[in-house]
């Protein structure tokens, strides 16, 4: 890693610790770039403003989301292997940046970002599934609404299931209710 890169992730560090303790309205370039360890000039070459290291931040969140999606996406474009995608891949997803997701996702975090999250990833499925009928994606998108909204709160409340078997119940019910589907 290059010391400018270095610079930047010491910086998104740093506001994630502060993001997670005060609203962004309070966050100062000053306190952020402190705690950084850098000049507060220093900060104006890597960020405009406050909500500029937020927007990057939750974008490299939003990229490690769709690569680790994307190794799912990529293996199981069958429309029989749908329930993959959404059983593995959504977990799989959710879990290599959890951190930030449960925040993000959470009653303190920014309330623009869930939509983010949702556009990407249904762009991401739309090309893949696009040879595909239009009803497929909207069966990823039920999938995707329903395990992001159990996985925060699952993981929250202690997880107080197995993994496994909160797929499986998940992937039961999508089953129950799109196996009447016409092929």
């Not at 507060?40 to 909500?51: K, V």
């Not at 329903?146 to 496994?164: E, Q």
């Amino acid at each position: 890693m290059g010391k400018k890169e270095l610079t930047k992730n010491n910086y998104l560090d740093a506001f994630w610790q502060l993001y997670q303790t005060k609203p962004i309205q309070n966050i100062t370039i000053g306190e952020l770039s402190a705690l950084a360890g850098y000049n507060r000039s220093t900060f104006y070459e890597y960020f405009t403003d406050i909500y500029d290291v937020l927007d990057q931040l939750e974008q490299n969140v939003i990229q490690i989301f769709l690569d680790s999606l994307n190794e799912y996406v990529v293996f199981h474009k069958k429309i029989d292997e749908l329930h993959m995608m959404i059983v593995d891949g959504f977990p799989n997803a959710y879990f290599s940046c959890e951190k930030y997701l449960d925040y993000l996702l959470g009653e303190n975090g920014d309330p623009t970002f869930a939509g983010k999250l949702y556009q990407g990833t249904m762009d991401n499925f739309r090309e893949a599934l696009s040879e595909h009928d239009a009803k497929y994606q909207y069966i990823m998108e039920y999938g995707y609404f329903a395990i992001m909204s159990i996985l925060p709160r699952w993981n929250k409340g202690g997880r107080p299931v197995p993994l496994d078997q909160l797929m499986e119940s998940i992937l039961a019910a999508i089953h129950a209710g799109i196996r009447f589907l016409p092929s």
